[in-house]
């Protein structure tokens, strides 16, 4: 069975602050998928990171998908309280063609101002 | 406009009763999905369809049936509900499957069974 973990589960931190968010798997991913939910809204797409050692920015934000792809990280620099959210990891899993994600835990953020 | 959309939002109901949550995606997409959100916010997938074709099943009571009557619409139909399926269903779509393909997700349908 294919699990993705993620850490920390929570994190409180002040404006301006930095803060990096793991998810690790004992198993290799094709692709991992970072998503970023707020309260009654569905998750939304951050990036996707397909190559072992890839590294994507979108703006303040630095993904890397580890040289193995089986582990990723999301930082934040100098976070915002816009930045505020639950922070999900996925990878696509099973058969190479059903498109089927598994989440990790996710991370709830809270950036203080 | 809404690409994915799910109804209703909220769905409060009894013990024993039958209940459906309708989706519909206007991106054009192939495939789509029911993912279940639990109380701590873990993410699962349930179903995924394919051109109106079923192609995951995870271990879902079969209290539990997906219809898709076209590629544009999945709906959930839960057959005597449980205290235990309280959680935020989210309906999804990709426009290919496999291992590029972002998941969009609709805004989720709150079910509570008292």
């Known amino acids: 069975t294919q699990l993705l973990e993620q850490s920390p589960q929570f994190l409180s931190i002040q404006e301006g602050e930095n803060l990096t968010v793991y998810c690790n798997s004992s198993?290799?991913?094709?692709?991992l998928q970072w998503y970023r939910q707020e309260p009654g809204e569905g998750p939304v797409l951050l990036v996707t990171?397909?190559?072992?050692?890839e590294v994507k920015k979108l703006k303040r934000l630095t993904f890397q998908f580890g040289d193995a792809r089986k582990d990723s990280s999301l930082h934040i620099t100098a976070a915002q309280t816009g930045d505020t959210g639950l922070y999900l990891c996925?990878?696509?899993?099973?058969?190479?063609?059903?498109?089927?994600?598994?989440f990790g835990q996710g991370t709830t953020l809270q950036v203080k101002p | 406009d809404t690409a994915v959309s799910q109804t209703p939002k909220y769905l409060v109901t009894q013990m024993g009763n039958d209940k459906s949550i309708k989706c519909e995606q206007n991106?054009?997409?192939?495939?789509m999905y029911w993912y279940k959100q639990d109380s701590k916010k873990f993410l699962k997938i349930m179903f995924s369809?394919?051109?109106?074709?079923?192609?995951i099943n995870e271990t879902v009571p079969n209290r539990f049936s997906p219809k898709s009557p076209d590629k544009a619409h999945l709906n959930l139909h839960i057959n005597s509900l449980e205290l235990g399926d309280s959680a935020v269903y989210f309906c999804?779509?990709?426009?290919?499957?496999?291992?590029?393909?972002?998941?969009?997700f609709g805004q989720g349908t709150r079910l509570t069974v008292v």
């Open positions: 999804a779509s990709s426009q290919v499957r496999g291992a590029l393909a972002p998941a969009f």
């Open positions: 198993s290799v991913f094709s692709s």
């Open positions: 990171v397909v190559t072992g050692g």
């Open positions: 996925a990878g696509v899993g099973g058969s190479s063609n059903t498109g089927k994600l598994i």
């Open positions: 991106l054009g997409h192939d495939t």
């Open positions: 369809y394919n051109n109106k074709e079923l192609i």
